[in-house]
């Protein structure tokens, strides 16, 4: 019997055979749920715990196959067949993923297809570090051009490219794909189809416990996707356990976005919408032992701890997204080299305006030169990013991305200057601490919790985030709750005071 690995290895085959068990109560869940197919493959076998789970389970099934890139497995499979009575039915071939001819494969597999098993737990990046070649061959996959491919987006999981491709051969036969996966895959994948068109009937995500059974921590799951020529729908019911009787939330594809929670988004989506209240991500500079600080007396301590004496002008207090996480943010403890007030702002002018922070940046130049995002290239020297008036408003309304819980603390000046937040928070900017509480208030109300809760997905390793935050129209919620004049006063200044900028990168 193969057994799980004890850690989360880089090992660019992303090897973790499924424990038998596991395989086993993976196959009774979809007998449970009425499959009965007539073939079975297992595309990344390994050694065959999928494929004889299966064999075990369906008895009708009169075909099965069996695909992996290791020689041994695929005879330590052959070997396990031996001693089976389906042995006969079955095929076994060692290839790799990246080279079958599947629309041959698929063609010979009588209908209906279960397609079950566990592909490899790796990711591009993680390749690309081990100098793997065990990757599609180059393609604009999810389409990850442009600003993406730059901000590292375009790092995906092999086993999503697989899942998607899997699926994509699957349309329009009558079909089930049970694959265990990391539970944001499992959501990109449906994700893909969902937008694509490819005619799931009905979607199931089983969480698993991926640290009992790989001994992986990572959130995982069984993905079950039905296929059938004709129907199509855009929900998925999720289960938190194996086996559960009842699922706890129901996710979808509604109105072009992936909603988290179907029930709330029907209930509120009349909340969503633009609103004049924009939400900003706070100032990103990559480069934290430089741009940094703590203060010391009338001088500051950087990363480095080298002591430093800075003119006033540049430097602001900040509160790193872990300070805003409790119920009210904390008193700021460190300080932040803003270098621009707005985005492509000439910096050269520092030299002039405060020679010691010229010198200090001069000295630290070669670190800021070398922040490896290709955003700082072709930038005044010294750049940062999420900067704009908003950055220096008095005050601020903010929430961590990473934050696993919804709140909203108003954040205030300190040291008569206004505080920065860095780029892992986002916040809306206000004029008065009235403003300030009143714009807190509302994003803490139910209807407002309920709204985003509608969109959060709390595995996700960023939570919040931007997109999600900027689909609450304020004024729809300030109606809802029967504050809109208060609102409309707010508003109007803002509207009066908010300048015309170029439009930000970021
Ligand atoms: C997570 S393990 C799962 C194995 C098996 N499906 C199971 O559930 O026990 C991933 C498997 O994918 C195989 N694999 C990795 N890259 C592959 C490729 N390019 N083509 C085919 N198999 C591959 C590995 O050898 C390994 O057996």
């Not at 493959?41 to 789970?53: D, I, Q, R, S």
């Not at 209930?267 to 940094?292: A, F, I, N, P, Q």
């Not at 996480?325 to 002039?352: F, H, Y």
């Not at 407002?448 to 935050?469: C, G, H, N, Q, Y």
Request: charged share 25%.
């Amino acid at each position: 019997m193969a057994s799980a690995k004890i850690a989360m290895q880089p090992d660019e085959f992303g090897d973790f055979q499924t424990p038998d068990a596991l395989a086993a109560h993976a196959c009774m869940i979809l007998c449970m749920r009425g499959i009965i197919p007539t073939s079975v493959l297992e595309p990344t076998c390994g050694v065959g715990n999928f494929l004889l789970a299966a064999l075990d389970h369906f008895p009708k099934l009169t075909t099965g196959f069996g695909i992996d890139i290791n020689d041994e497995y695929i005879c330590r499979v052959k070997e396990r067949l031996r001693s089976c009575s389906y042995a006969d039915k079955v095929k076994v071939l060692r290839e790799s993923f990246f080279k079958v001819d599947w629309a041959d494969i698929l063609r010979e597999l009588p209908e209906p297809i279960l397609v079950v098993g566990n592909p490899p737990w790796v990711t591009n990046s993680t390749l690309g570090v081990l100098g793997s070649s065990n990757l599609p061959k180059k393609s604009n996959f999810q389409n990850y051009i442009g600003l993406e491919a730059v901000t590292g987006k375009s790092n995906f999981d092999i086993s999503e490219w697989m899942l998607i491709k899997l699926l994509e051969m699957l349309g329009g036969r009558r079909a089930t794909l049970a694959m265990l996966c990391k539970t944001a895959v499992a959501r990109k994948v449906l994700v893909h189809a969902w937008k694509n068109n490819i005619s799931l009937t009905d979607a199931e995500i089983h969480q698993i416990d991926a640290a009992a059974s790989f001994g992986a921590a990572v959130d995982a799951c069984l993905l079950v996707c039905c296929l059938s020529p004709t129907s199509h729908n855009p929900d998925c019911r999720v289960y938190s356990h194996l086996g559960d009787a009842e699922p706890a939330a129901t996710i979808g594809y509604h109105d072009g976005q992936l909603v988290a929670d179907v029930s709330s988004y029907e209930r509120w989506k009349h909340l969503g919408g633009e609103g004049v209240y924009k939400w900003r991500s706070g100032v990103k500079h990559d480069c934290s032992k430089v741009m940094e600080l703590r203060k010391e007396g009338n001088r500051y301590r950087n990363g480095f701890d080298e002591v430093i004496e800075l003119e006033d002008d540049y430097v602001y207090p900040m509160l790193k997204s872990s300070d805003i996480t409790n119920r009210c943010s904390k008193e700021p403890t460190r300080w932040m080299l803003v270098t621009q007030k707005a985005v492509g702002d000439e910096t050269s002018v520092i030299r002039i305006v405060a020679p010691k922070t010229w010198e200090y940046l001069q000295k630290q130049g070669g670190l800021l030169d070398r922040r490896a995002s290709s955003i700082y290239r072709n930038r005044p020297r010294f750049s940062v990013f999420g900067v704009g008036d908003y950055t220096f408003a008095p005050w601020k309304v903010a929430i961590s991305g990473f934050y696993k819980k919804l709140h909203f603390a108003t954040v205030g000046p300190f040291a008569e200057k206004p505080v920065v937040l860095d780029d892992t928070s986002y916040f809306v900017s206000c004029q008065s601490e009235e403003e300030a509480r009143f714009i807190a208030g509302l994003l803490n109300s139910q209807p407002a919790r309920e709204f985003f809760s509608a969109f959060v997905f709390w595995d996700a390793k960023r939570p919040i985030t931007i997109e999600m935050l900027r689909r609450l129209d304020l004024s729809a919620l300030a109606y809802e709750l029967g504050s809109e004049e208060t609102l409309a006063k707010f508003q109007a200044k803002k509207r009066k005071e908010q300048p015309h900028r170029q439009p930000e990168l970021f």
